[in-house]
């Protein structure tokens, strides 16, 4: 019987270590996905600054209230607009950024092809 | 004729690059935001510096009238150079202003008010800075004029004598 009470312990003990251990992954996914807007090329994650501490802080706040990482990404873009995040979604601002790697690889293979065709 | 072709293109994308990279390099790659207008203020639960009172910001700014909200803080050096300004802009009636101490100790900010004077009608105390992010601020000074409970201007930096009479002429 005591061992079964240990089992049990030891088991809650693992199980909430678990469950706060995914909201600290979330927390530290959203906020290196973050720009931290004062600082040149560092992220709200490896910031120190008063804005980033205060972003660090809100993230968490948030969490804590039940917000998705998809709401509080858009929470962050309605304050401080689409810079804030790393990692920008396909829009009509954009799509360059996205399918201009895609246009210049397909140009690119092209060439390759034509090139390659012509030596044989 | 095709390796003609080639040539051209390729001499044609390394001039685009060229001009893309140096024209980015004009650039200053500090960001400004894009400035607030006719933005709803945001609203959220927060408390009052001297009462402790929790309330919602958007109370604060219940009247038809004009509201500058001037973030500040004790510890911020350029909030001392505006101030006065700030107590000159509350002999203007039209306006109001409402303070928002950003991170700094109750003490301090005391301190800091006696010294300087208190040109407040009402202070949000923003301990851990997440007030002042609703508001899409980046730091200490910041200011925003707000009229009909829409934010009309965003000042970002301590206020000098040619915004306050710019304020001045955009509440007349």
């Known amino acids: 019987m005591k061992i079964l009470k240990l089992f049990f312990i030891i088991f809650f003990i693992f199980y909430f270590n678990h469950l706060g251990a995914n909201t600290d992954d979330m927390k530290i996914k959203i906020t290196k996905n973050l720009r931290c807007l004062i600082c040149q090329g560092q992220s709200v994650y490896d910031s120190d600054s008063e804005f980033a501490n205060s972003m ?10 039940g917000f998705s990482e998809k709401q509080i990404y858009n929470f962050f873009k309605e304050k401080y607009g689409e810079w804030i995040l790393y990692d920008p979604e396909l829009n009509k601002n954009t799509y360059i950024l996205w399918l201009l790697p895609i246009l210049i690889f397909l140009i690119g293979g092209a060439i390759v092809i034509k090139n390659f065709k012509i030596r044989k | 004729m095709n390796n003609k072709a080639l040539k051209i293109t390729t ?3 390394f001039i685009i690059i060229f001009i893309v990279f140096y024209k980015a390099l004009q650039d200053t790659n500090i960001y400004t935001p894009k400035k607030k207008s006719n933005n709803e203020i945001p609203s959220f639960s927060t408390n009052l510096f001297y009462s ?3 309330i919602n910001s958007s109370e604060l700014f219940k009247l038809d009238k004009f509201y500058l909200l001037n973030i500040w ?8 150079t505006e101030h006065p300004l700030l107590m000159d802009l509350t002999k203007n009636k039209k306006i109001e202003i409402i303070g928002l101490n950003y991170k700094d ?3 301090s900010a005391e301190n800091f008010l006696n010294e300087l004077g208190n040109p407040y009608q009402e202070i949000i105390f923003d301990k851990e800075g997440i007030n002042a992010i609703e508001w899409g601020a980046f730091g200490v000074p910041e200011s925003f004029l707000i009229n009909d409970g ?18 001045r002429l955009l509440i007349k």
């Open chain 2, 11 to 13: 001499i044609a994308i």
């Open chain 2, 105 to 107: 100790k109750k003490n």
């Open chain 1, 56 to 65: 660090k802080v809100l993230v968490d706040k948030k969490l804590n209230e």
């Open chain 2, 73 to 80: 803080s004790s510890w911020c050096v350029p909030c001392r």
């Open chain 2, 150 to 167: 829409k934010v009309i201007k965003k000042y970002i930096g301590p206020l000098n004598k040619e915004l306050v009479e710019e304020i």
């Open chain 2, 52 to 54: 402790n009172k929790k």
